[in-house]
T-cell receptor, first 112, second 114 residues
Framework: QKEVEQNSGPLSVPEGAIASLNCTYS??????FFWYRQYSGKSPELIMF????GDKEDGRFTAQLNKASQYVSLLIRDSQPSDSATYLC????????????FGKGTRLSVIA | EAQVTQNPRYLITVTGKKLTVTCSQNMNHEYMSWYRQDPGLGLRQIYYSMNVEVTDKGDVPEGYKVSRKEKRNFPLILESPSPNQTSLYFC?????????????FGPGTRLLVL
């Protein structure tokens, strides 16, 4: 059973701080990794994806991947109250017809 | 506007009464899927379809059926709903199997089975 683990939170950070969201995965052969944001009562939306070891930056968001440690993270700089949401980590095991595996999500609360 | 639509958005029903949740996308996507989301359990895939007439089970298919007769539609059928199927359901689509990470999610259907 391929697993994706996230701390459920809530993770509370003050406005303007860096929020760090973490995710570990069990399938060492996984090739691609995604972060979705889900506001309460809404559907998930893709905000970042990363395929290679290292960092990938997009505006205030940075995804970090370490395949050796089977660890992927999302950093949100200058956190805003509008970033308050649940963040879902998803992993593509890339083995045959296996679909994306989602973590249970981390709830982030940015305090003004 | 590119979108995935689901109907109904909210549904209260009783045990054993067959129901269908419709899903439609206007992006000519090949890949479509259904998820359920429950507190503490996250997003779990029920069924997916890589193209017309091609469907396969996800992680939690028991008690559900799907069909993919046309590319744009992927209805979810509960033949005999039970209270443990009370959940928030999402339909999603993407251009192809290989681009499933860029799935577009529908707005969700909140189902309560009494």
């Amino acid at each position: 059973q391929k697993e994706v683990e996230q701390n459920s939170g809530p993770l509370s950070v003050p406005e303007g701080a860096i929020a760090s969201l973490n995710c570990t995965y069990s399938d060492r052969g996984s090739q691609s990794f995604f972060w979705y944001r889900q506001y309460s009562g809404k559907s998930p939306e893709l905000i970042m994806f990363i395929y290679s070891n290292g960092d990938k930056e997009d505006g205030r968001f940075t995804a970090q991947l370490n395949k050796a440690s089977q660890y992927v993270s999302l950093l949100i700089r200058d956190s805003q109250p509008s970033d308050s949401a649940t963040y879902l980590c998803a992993v593509n095991p890339n083995s045959g017809n296996t679909p994306l595996v989602f973590g249970k999500g981390t709830r982030l609360s940015v305090i003004a | 506007e590119a979108q995935v639509t689901q109907n109904p958005r909210y549904l209260i029903t009783v045990t054993g009464k067959k129901l269908t949740v419709t899903c439609s996308q206007n992006m000519n996507h090949e890949y479509m899927s259904w998820y359920r989301q429950d507190p503490g359990l996250g997003l779990r895939q029920i069924y997916y379809s890589m193209n017309v007439e091609v469907t396969d089970k996800g992680d939690v298919p028991e008690g559900y059926k799907v069909s993919r007769k046309e590319k744009r539609n992927f209805p979810l059928i509960l033949e005999s709903p039970s209270p443990n199927q009370t959940s928030l359901y999402f339909c999603a689509s993407s251009d192809s199997w290989g681009s499933q990470e860029t799935q577009y999610f529908g707005p969700g259907t909140r189902l309560l089975v009494l």
